[in-house]
């Protein structure tokens, strides 16, 4: 069987196609509700090297391994499969002028094993893959040259703690497919020899090495739904966020250069349970833990505007991705029918993964925004309406809440924070600095992350 499909790319053919040659591309371009792992990869197109994926087929571990046979840069790469799930595999990446910019052709040959049987059987259900696959992939890639397009930036220096994370590890990877350099912070020196390869230990004696950077982006912070709220763990929560930036900032005024920029990771929590009543970042702040914790955090980058850094607070709402967070977590009882949380009255302000992304980069770029930003879509739903949607893009009735009785005595005081709190909250800075949201409609963003979209061949 034959898949072909094109999408238009808001850059040349040159900038198009570097964004694929760059490391990252793959594991970028990998659907997030697929199994799928990057065993090995040299990270080049170039014709005979090799890529090894670690994937899965009803239950059954499988090892994909792709050879690249064709590279004509800036025109032109392919790909066949060498072993894997089909029979054969054939892929060819063209780009192509269009105007002032470009477009991108998938075209894919491939045939499903096991002769006549599994042809009948298999191939309709491969193809539905591969519209899921590609209307995602298409997507990324258009929305990220657009982003580009929009910011044209110019080589930056971005150093980023808690770079392993959900929002730092896919932060990093799209940084460096637009052409940055990316600069993983650590919490610790390696060894005697320091921290290790392209890394910094800006809390182990090396902070100096961030005169270097152009830009600083602080995400790391102990995880606060990983278990009950005991006093130890509150106290590991406040410390992880207040005391390591704090020391952080001081470290970063001290520089010479200093970085231009500092985005520093935040919550719509500083903002506490306020019903139904509509924020925005001139809001009055919340009194309860989270609100704390999260007006100390956003205090202690005080050293750093000081120096004269624009620091921008972060205020992130749900982020969501199938990855990971509250979305990878609702969606094995949204299979079995599950429900709201409580009474489902709450609101939830949310956020695509993929826009707390752009937005970052809008904020590296867009000098005008400092000081606190909300983090979130411009449509908020309740905690109802949030379960009632997603259970309609994955086909199941939302029919069993979750009491909120059994929720606090399942969680305790963190039941009450993460899942009954209700805070409706808008994103005027971002609107009005002019962010272009790639998601504000919660319906496309759980279709197109969940593989619920097709991009249907063009042939």
Not at 342 to 361: E, F, M, P, T
Not at 420 to 440: A, H, I, W
Request: aromatic fraction near 8%; glycine fraction near 10%; include cysteine.
């Amino acid at each position: 069987m034959k898949y072909v499909a094109s999408s238009p790319l808001p850059v040349s053919v040159e900038d198009a196609f570097a964004y694929h040659e760059r490391p990252g591309a793959l594991q970028r371009l990998v659907p997030p509700w697929e199994s799928v792992e990057v065993e090995r990869s040299d990270n080049s197109l170039a014709v005979g090297s090799e890529v090894v994926l670690k994937t899965s087929a009803f239950g059954v571990p499988i090892r994909w391994v792709a050879q690249h046979t064709v590279y004509e840069p800036p025109r032109l790469f392919a790909d066949t499969q060498l072993s894997g799930p089909f029979a054969q595999w054939r892929h060819r990446h063209q780009f192509e002028t269009v105007g002032e910019h470009s477009s991108l052709t998938d075209e894919i040959g491939f045939e499903v094993p096991f002769g006549a049987i599994g042809s009948l059987l298999g191939s309709k259900i491969a193809l539905g893959k591969i519209e899921s696959m590609f209307a995602y992939r298409h997507r990324v890639t258009r929305d990220d040259l657009t982003l580009q397009a929009d910011h044209p930036l110019g080589l930056k220096r971005v150093a980023i703690s808690g770079s392993t994370g959900l929002v730092g590890k896919q932060l990093g990877a799209l940084l460096t497919l637009l052409g940055h350099e990316v600069i993983p912070i650590v919490r610790k020196a390696s060894g005697d020899a320091g921290s290790g390869p392209g890394t910094i230990a800006a809390w182990s004696g090396e902070a100096e090495k961030l005169a270097d950077a152009d830009v600083v982006v602080h995400l790391a912070g102990k995880p606060i739904a990983s278990g009950r709220w005991t006093d130890e763990t509150k106290r590991q929560i406040r410390e992880s966020r207040v005391q390591k930036t704090r020391s952080l900032c001081e470290s970063l005024a001290k520089l010479d250069p200093r970085p231009q920029v500092l985005i520093c990771a935040s919550a719509t929590g500083i903002y506490g349970s306020r019903g139904g009543e509509l924020l925005d970042e001139s809001s009055d702040l919340g009194d309860d833990f989270l609100a704390d914790v999260a007006r100390e955090w956003e205090s202690a980058c005080q050293p750093a505007v000081d120096a004269g850094i624009r620091v921008v607070n972060a205020r992130f709402g749900l982020v969501l991705s199938p990855k990971g967070g509250a979305l990878q977590k609702m969606l094995t009882p949204a299979k079995f029918a599950g429900g709201s949380l409580g009474n489902g009255r709450q609101w939830w302000s949310w956020i695509a993964l993929d826009d707390v992304l752009g937005a970052i980069y809008h904020a590296i770029a867009e000098s005008s925004l400092s000081g606190p930003v909300n983090f979130v879509s411009s449509d908020p739903i309740t905690n109802a309406g949030f379960a009632k949607t997603l259970g309609s893009v994955i086909g199941r009735p939302a029919l069993f809440p979750a009491p909120a009785f059994a929720l606090r005595a399942a969680m305790g005081e963190m039941a009450d924070a993460l899942l009954l709190s209700s805070t409706r909250v808008k994103p005027s800075k971002l609107t009005e600095s002019g962010y272009r949201f790639r998601f504000n409609d919660l319906t496309q963003f759980l279709k197109y992350s969940l593989g619920r979209e097709k991009l249907e061949s063009t042939e």
